[in-house]
């Protein structure tokens, strides 16, 4: 999940955001980040109010659960279910209203700040399955690049305890400190650099390292197709592209030659990820990176992804 300069991007699954000062120097054509939060009120009511999210959510879930059972039936050993966290089963959505109405994007302080509030409500859903996976000869792992502390220097993995007290608070069973996988566990040197991808932890989840017994996951379950694979493509034609060439994983998992590949399933979300910094391209305005882009070049460029129709 992205973190772009405004409200879209309030989950902490991917890239880092700009500082305030910056979020806040733009106005180009009349429009700032306030303008920018104001076009995902509806998106906002949508998860908040309507019907046809929960059917969604309920759906997905429901898909999720006939993929276990389908596992158990093949006799598949140790089956994994690995599930994303903010927006697949925590819902964050009162923290992005709260930036309707202001000036104010994706700050990494207020993000944890509402994570120590331990006040995210549970995805529809999301309980009965992970419940019914971990008392039925499942394991269900939570992944995701929520960070651990509050500050490198913090004494304590303060976010991590919220995290888990918040899972523990809505009913999630089977949560603890070898479930719960944030960034920054399980990462490796890549050229030099500490890389804290997702595919670390899956992999440890397979191998034995997340909590000493080897898994076969069987589902990745999320809202960002980069839940699934990190390698997905930036752009939204390489995203929809992909979607197609794997469209049969969506739903069911696959064996070939006796190797499980996961499904995949989706749960929506409207609100921010991968998909809105995919419809930019930063080099049309001599950027290199959507986040270098103000709100108005964003907006330009949300205007013209769009396909319409103008009647006569």
């Known amino acids: 999940?992205?973190?772009?300069?405004?409200?879209?991007?309030?989950?902490?699954?991917?890239?880092?955001?700009?500082?305030?000062?910056?979020?806040?120097?733009?106005?180009?054509?009349?429009?700032?980040?306030?303008?920018?939060?104001?076009?995902?009120?509806?998106?906002?009511?949508?998860?908040?109010?309507?019907?046809?999210?929960?059917?969604?959510?309920?759906?997905?879930?429901?898909?999720?659960?006939?993929?276990?059972?389908?596992?158990?039936?093949?006799?598949?050993?140790?089956?994994?279910?690995?599930?994303?966290?903010?927006?697949?089963?925590?819902?964050?959505?009162?923290?992005?209203?709260?930036?309707?109405?202001?000036?104010?994007?994706?700050?990494?302080?207020?993000?944890?700040?509402?994570?120590?509030?331990?006040?995210?409500?549970?995805?529809?859903?999301?309980?009965?399955?992970?419940?019914?996976?971990?008392?039925?000869?499942?394991?269900?792992?939570?992944?995701?690049n929520r960070d651990e502390k509050s500050a490198k220097d913090a004494k304590s993995n303060d976010l991590e305890i919220a995290t888990i007290n918040n899972l523990k608070s809505v009913g999630f069973t089977g949560v603890n400190g070898q479930t719960v996988l944030l960034k920054g566990e399980f990462t490796k040197k890549i050229d030099g650099k500490e890389n804290t991808s997702k595919q670390w932890r899956v992999e440890a989840v397979k191998n034995g390292n997340a909590d000493g017994k080897r898994y076969?996951?069987?589902?990745?379950?999320?809202?960002?197709?980069?839940?699934?694979?990190?390698?997905?493509g930036k752009n939204n034609q390489q995203r929809r592209d992909h979607v197609d060439k794997n469209r049969s994983f969506y739903g069911m998992f696959n064996i070939t030659k006796g190797i499980v590949k996961p499904a995949y399933i989706a749960i929506p979300n409207p609100m921010y990820g991968n998909w809105e910094t995919g419809i930019y391209n930063p080099l049309i305005f001599k950027k290199q990176s959507p986040f270098d882009m103000t709100p108005g070049e964003r907006n330009q460029q949300r205007r013209e992804s769009l396909n319409q129709w103008f009647g006569k």
Do not use: H
Not at 216 to 232: C, P, R, S, W, Y
């Open 1 to 144: 999940m992205s973190k772009l300069s405004t409200k879209f991007f309030a989950a902490p699954a991917l890239l880092p955001v700009l500082l305030l000062s910056q979020l806040q120097q733009d106005t180009q054509g009349g429009i700032g980040n306030q303008q920018l939060n104001e076009q995902s009120m509806l998106a906002v009511n949508w998860v908040q109010q309507s019907g046809e999210y929960r059917a969604l959510t309920y759906q997905a879930f429901n898909i999720a659960k006939l993929t276990f059972d389908t596992a158990k039936s093949k006799n598949i050993t140790c089956p994994a279910i690995i599930v994303d966290i903010d927006e697949t089963v925590l819902d964050n959505s009162p923290y992005q209203a709260g930036l309707l109405d202001t000036n104010n994007g994706f700050e990494i302080i207020t993000w944890n700040q509402w994570i120590k509030e331990e006040k995210a409500k549970a995805v529809p859903g999301a309980v009965e399955f992970v419940n019914y996976v971990n008392k039925n000869g499942g394991k269900v792992f939570f992944i995701s």
């Open 216 to 232: 076969t996951v069987i589902a990745l379950i999320g809202d960002n197709l980069n839940d699934f694979d990190e390698t997905i």
